[in-house]
């Protein structure tokens, strides 16, 4: 099972954060330092697994990461998942990615982290491994547009959205109308004040 992923740039910042058991939220913090302490003084040439950190379960847990330009993607996973194959999820992740964003950067992780999590959603629910084929991935990521786009088009064009709107541009135009009907200056005329004391008969 998958316990957490964490993507963070070469500095340590957090890119992307999905834990798969709940911890609160300072120890998220502290899981996000010590993996990234952990997975950034290894030198490029070995292997791409180690043991989990004392934070994330120790020696029944494993850190599985690849490291691309600024990111790293880090998998944390129990022992009944296969390195190989958490190695290749990840790639299928980044590839997926690449495809969306068309040449993905750390700024597509910043500015569209909803859509990141969509598409890490289709291959990761509730820390199991839902798809590795990255078409079948990518078909149901440009369905999701499509049906995206189709809503938004139907909101567009909605006779309430337009009735709105002209509900709204006529407004000044009514509260001017509205004034007028009420032909304020005849009312205040038509007014009658209670009639006050002469002076004469004022008692000091």
Known sequence: MIKAILVFNNHGKPRLSRFYQYYPEDMQQQIVRETFHLVSKRDDNVCNFLEGGTLIGGSDFKIIYRHYATLYFVFCVDS???????????????????????????????????????????????????????????????????????????LD???????????????????????????????????KLPDLPSIGNLKF
């Open 80 to 154: 009944s998942e296969s390195e190989l194959g958490i190695l290749d999820l990840i790639q299928v992740f980044v590839e997926t990615l690449d495809k969306c964003f068309e040449n993905v950067c750390e700024l597509d992780l910043i500015f569209h982290v909803d859509k990141v999590h969509y598409i890490l959603a289709e291959l990761v629910m509730g820390g199991m491994v839902l798809e590795t084929n990255m078409t079948e991935i990518i078909t149901r990521i440009e369905e999701q547009n499509k049906l995206e786009k189709s809503e938004k088009a139907k």
């Open 157 to 191: 064009g909605t006779p309430v959205l337009i009735q709105t709107y002209a509900g709204i541009a006529a407004a000044p135009a009514r509260a001017v109308s509205a004034l007028k009907e009420m032909n304020i200056p005849q009312k205040v005329k038509d007014m």
